[in-house]
């Protein structure tokens, strides 16, 4: 990386102070490639000021449930040097919108499954898609199989 101007550096408790993340969920982002920051002569961690978007738009990410692994293929596209630009941030919302609005559809169909049976006392047994005889599911893995579940991490 270049030569950051020292006073655009900022000390990991300043940095955790400023976006409201622990010390401890940024050595993580670090170690996972989110995030990068120089070391002093010290080999304490100095952050690039611009290193603040990146976690804000971490903790939305969180917030609207999209996967770190998201986060860090959108990342690898952004120049570690500097502030991305609006263009490039733009860019980013485009490529979520299409994730986000399938989970939209994810949770809009759990919904409807879920209001169709009430609290799991059917209103059809010959009907019911989460109903599962002699636990036949069970051969398929852990967890509801009629669902359609949702992205994870």
Not at 56 to 76: E, H, N, W, Y
Not at 81 to 90: C, F, I, L, S, Y
Not at 124 to 144: F, V, W
């Amino acid at each position: 990386m270049t030569k950051m101007n020292p006073a655009e550096l900022l000390s990991v408790g300043e940095v955790s102070r400023r976006t409201g993340v622990a010390v401890s969920a940024l050595h993580f982002y670090e170690a996972q490639g989110l995030i990068s920051s120089h070391r002093t002569a010290g080999n304490q961690r100095r952050y690039p000021r611009h290193m603040i978007r990146r976690i804000s738009l971490i903790q939305v990410a969180k917030r609207l449930g999209i996967p770190l692994r998201s986060v860090a293929q959108v990342f690898a596209s952004l120049p570690p040097d500097r502030r991305p630009t609006k263009r490039e941030w733009e860019r980013i919302a485009r490529l979520w919108a299409d994730e986000l609005s399938a989970r939209r559809t994810a949770l809009d169909r759990l919904q409807a499954e879920l209001t169709s049976c009430i609290g799991c006392g059917c209103i059809s047994m010959s009907t019911c898609r989460l109903l599962n005889l002699n636990d036949e599911l069970g051969a398929e893995g852990p967890g509801p199989r009629r669902l359609e579940p949702l992205p994870r991490d």
